[in-house]
């Protein structure tokens, strides 16, 4: 069965930086469509970034020129750079792989952004 492993998740100060990690044990990984969603404390699920084969990106408004979302196909982990953290970047984040009608789910990793 394919997994989506999440891990880099912590404790950081404000302005600080964290690198997210998503492993995934599938095959023909660079194929995937890769996104990153987090949830807050008692908000919904909200999409954060878009990472696609062909390294083709696309960021929620919130994160743009603070987060990036590179990919090595070599190692089947996709990463989320977080800088410039804000206490609003407090999160759960998860990562999602897409081919065509396979959809898989991370079980999430939890950010903190605090002094």
């Known amino acids: 069965q394919v997994q989506l492993v999440e891990s880099g998740g912590g404790l950081v100060q404000p302005g600080g930086s964290l690198r997210l990690s998503c492993a995934a044990s599938?095959?023909?990984?660079?194929?995937?469509?890769m996104r990153w969603y987090r949830q807050a404390p008692g908000k919904q699920r909200e999409f954060v970034a878009r990472?696609?084969?062909?390294?083709?990106?696309n960021y929620a408004d919130s994160v743009k020129g603070r987060f990036t979302i590179p990919r090595d196909n070599g190692k089947n982990t996709v990463y989320l750079q977080m800088n410039s953290l804000k206490p609003e970047d407090t999160a759960v984040y998860y990562c999602?792989?897409?081919?065509?009608?396979?959809?898989?789910w991370g079980q999430g990793t939890a950010v903190t952004v605090s002094s």
């Open positions: 999602n792989a897409v081919q065509g009608s396979k959809l898989y």
């Open positions: 990472k696609s084969g062909d390294d083709s990106t």
């Open positions: 599938v095959s023909g990984f660079s194929t995937y469509v």
